[in-house]
Nanobody, 115 residues
């Protein structure tokens, strides 16, 4: 069974940084475009960032562009999200998954931005 395990969340002050990690057991990881999503309380899950299978191309939602960086390590089957200049509106549970052919969702990791 494929697993997605997100980690690295926590409580941070506005302007702070966090680095999220997502480890996966999927054997197709190295050929899968991956993505980070987030879901704030009372809101639908939304796409935050995507990265191609080889890591050569990335895309970001406008609300995180210039602040977040997605990357991956195919040898470790792990995708990362470096989050800088965090804002209170970034507070959400963050999930990773494939960009196409979404797998069963992991538990996510809570990010809370508050003073």
């Amino acid at each position: 069974q494929v697993q997605l395990v997100e980690s690295g969340g926590g409580l941070v002050q506005p302007g702070g940084s966090l680095r999220l990690s997502c480890a996966t057991s999927t054997i197709n990881f190295s050929i899968s475009a991956m993505a980070w999503y987030r879901q704030a309380p009372g809101k639908q899950r939304e796409l935050v960032a995507t990265i191609t299978s080889g890591g050569g191309s990335t895309n970001y939602a406008d609300f995180v562009k210039g602040r977040f960086t997605i990357s991956r390590d195919n040898a470790k089957k792990t995708v990362y999200l470096q989050m800088n200049s965090l804002k209170p509106e970034d507070t959400a549970v963050y999930y990773c998954n494939r960009q196409v052919g979404v797998l069963s969702w992991g538990q996510g990791t809570q990010v809370t931005v508050s003073s």
